[in-house]
């Protein structure tokens, strides 16, 4: 999920601070990550030959994350839901709570998918956000790279049947010089998805289970929970508290 950066930042940026000790100047993180390779060089061997587009589709909370808004406890209560638009898009309506100086403010933004030359690599640009009931207006064309580098079937599933989990890499961006300046090395994020909720024992394996590929596809250093300079406030766990409402 990758809300439109400038506005996002502006608007949060206490948070974001708080939680990105490049900004902070507390301590002094590393510079940057690897740099991206072709994305389908992180898949797994099973993606390209087995994934469904209608199976991805439907609604997900987010368990974990490496992305552009505030880690925790200044943001809560990350779920998407992903709807097919075309053969060559889908888009996402993704939601969550960021929590500041005690007040709770609802984003959601709207993200376009847009399919590239790359197999199962689509390029993300937000398109609408809104905050508490205010739109905002879209800023910047920022495109982010990304891809779908392991899921996982549902029991019994069927041809039409959503995932259980979807883990999605994005590694780089193009069409903006903001990028750059805000995350030095270039732009790197990890989304882990699961279609059952957040603290059942399904939750709990899916969470799991997510970690475990992304380690066994090279991905541990995005997981890590040390922040790199700039605005990246490292990886996180979604508490998922129990005044969450989901939509």
Known sequence: MLPTVIS????????IASSSPG????????????????LENYQAPYVQ???????????????AFRDLYPAPPHSDCQSTTKF??????????????VIEYGTTMRCSTLIAMTS????????????ATNISGHALPPLGSAKFHTTIV??????????????EWVVEFTCGSSDSLAIPLLFPG????????????????????????????????????????ESWQGLDSGFNVVPHGPDCEYQ
């Open 8 to 15: 996002l930042s502006a608007l949060f940026l206490p948070a």
């Open 23 to 38: 900004l902070r100047g507390v301590v002094s993180p590393p510079l940057a990550h690897p740099a991206c390779e072709a």
């Open 49 to 63: 030959s087995n994934y469904s587009r209608a199976q991805h589709m439907g609604f997900y909370y987010e368990l």
């Open 84 to 97: 097919s638009v075309s053969d060559s898009e889908y888009d996402e309506r993704f939601t969550f709570d």
């Open 116 to 127: 590239t030359s790359s197999p199962l690599v689509v390029d993300q640009v937000m398109t």
């Open 150 to 163: 392991a899921f996982s079937e549902s029991p019994g599933s069927g041809p039409d049947n959503q995932y």
């Open 186 to 225: 270039g732009f790197v994020g990890i989304n882990m998805y699961s279609k059952s909720a957040p603290h059942t024992d399904q939750g709990n394996l899916n969470l799991a289970e997510m970690l475990e590929a992304a380690e066994e596809l090279g991905l541990a250093w995005a997981t890590d929970s």
